[in-house]
Structure formats: C-alpha cells, structure tokens
C-alpha cells in the first residue's frame, strides 16, 4: 500500500543554519509528492510539489526533488530563519489523486 | 487570511451529545475536504466533495455523517463520539475536480474533546 514516513522531530536549528527533512515513500503507480507546513494556531499550507520523477518543487527557498530511485522527497533549505518555525507534513497522492497519505509531522523551531 | 474558515474552533462534548462542524470557503472553489489530525499520527482524509457531491469516503466510522448543501459550505455532523475521536479536524477546498493533487487550501482546525 501506499505510505509516507518522515523523520521524527523536534527538529532545533539556529538561524542561518542548513535544514534537511527526510521523507521516503512508498507506493505503486506514478504518486504526487507534497511538502505541506503549518504554522502555529493555523491550517496546512502548500509548501512546493512534484508531480513526476526528477522534478523539484521550490518555494520560499525550500527545495525537494522527487528521486523515484530512492523513493524520497527531502526538505531542504539553505539558510532558515526564525519565522520558518512550523511543522513540516510530507505528503502523498495516489496515481489517481483520490487518496492523501500524510506523514506524521516534523516540528521545527528556529531559535536566534 | 487562507480564505477557508472553521466553527467552532474549539468544542467539547459528552459521549451523547450531538454537535456539528462548520467549514466556509470563500475562494469559489468547486471541493472540499475533511481531514481528521490526531496527536502523534498522519493527517487521516476523510470525506471527499466535488461539485456538492460525495467522491470519497475512507471507510469512516457512520457517527460522523457530512453534508455539503453548496459548494461553499461543508458540515461535519457528529453524534455518539467516542474519546478517541478527540482531535483537530481540518477543513480544506481546492478549486478543480476534488482530485487531492489539486492545491488545497486549509482552514485553522476544530480542536474537539471527547468527553
């Protein structure tokens, strides 16, 4: 069936520091991957997707690409700050986009 | 502002009570969803509409029956709710088929206590 596992949190960085959040699949078919975050007292937001293997999906600085060989979609950025404190929800949509699989959610906190 | 509001924003509620969720879009989008969000596990998809019509249903327990009566407004009816069903229940609309690859667009939650 289908699956999401992402890495367990908390996650505590410092600001300007390199974020990484793994998150593997597993599933049959041609999925559509998701990064979603949510912010404190609010609802899931679309972070970036990828439809198809070796696309990336970027936003806001976050990064992931869509790696069918290893079946991951990491989370990277580069430099994060305080205001990107969140969880971050990896996600999957069948080959249909009938059904979403969610991960369990990798909080974030970013301290100064 | 995310366009998609949910009342109340916090309920609690006895075994017997029978208590609805209300979700709002004002993004004239065309679907809309229900998500169940409980501590420690995946976000759960619940109900799935289209066009005010029901596209999925992932084999939910009968004691929460939704209802869409137009395409901006979905209710989450609830009625003999057990203490595991506390959790926060998200709202969400996209704008096309109901297809979930569609971008949605998620309200605050209701945060519910099962007494």
């Known amino acids: 069936g289908n699956s999401v596992t992402q890495m367990e949190g908390p996650v505590t960085l410092s600001e300007e520091a390199f974020l990484t959040i793994n998150c593997t699949y597993t599933a049959t078919g041609y999925p559509s991957l998701f990064w979603y975050v949510q912010y404190p007292g609010e609802g899931l937001q679309l972070l970036l997707k990828a439809t198809k293997a070796d696309d990336k999906g970027s936003n806001k600085g976050f990064e992931a690409t869509y790696r069918k060989e290893t079946t991951s979609f990491h989370l990277e950025k580069g430099s994060v700050q305080v205001s990107d404190s969140a969880v971050y929800f990896c996600?999957?949509?069948?080959?249909?986009?009938?059904?979403?699989?969610f991960g369990t959610g990798t909080s974030l906190t970013v301290i100064p | 502002e995310t366009g998609v509001t949910q009342t109340p924003r916090h309920l609690v509620m006895g075994m017997t009570n029978k208590k609805s969720l209300k979700c709002e879009q004002h993004l004239g989008h065309n679907a809309m969803y229900w998500y169940k969000q409980s501590a420690k596990k995946p976000l759960e998809l619940m109900f799935v509409y289209s066009l005010e019509e029901r596209v999925e249903n992932n084999s939910v327990p009968s004691r929460f029956s939704p209802e869409c009566p137009n395409s901006s407004h979905l209710f989450l009816h609830l009625h003999t709710l057990q203490p595991e069903d506390s959790a926060l229940y998200l709202c969400?609309?996209?704008?096309?088929?109901?297809?979930?690859?569609?971008?949605?667009?998620f309200g605050p939650g209701t945060r519910l206590t099962v007494l």
């Open positions: 996600a999957l949509s069948d080959q249909a986009g009938n059904q979403f699989y």
């Open positions: 969400a609309s996209s704008q096309a088929s109901g297809l979930v690859t569609d971008t949605q667009y």
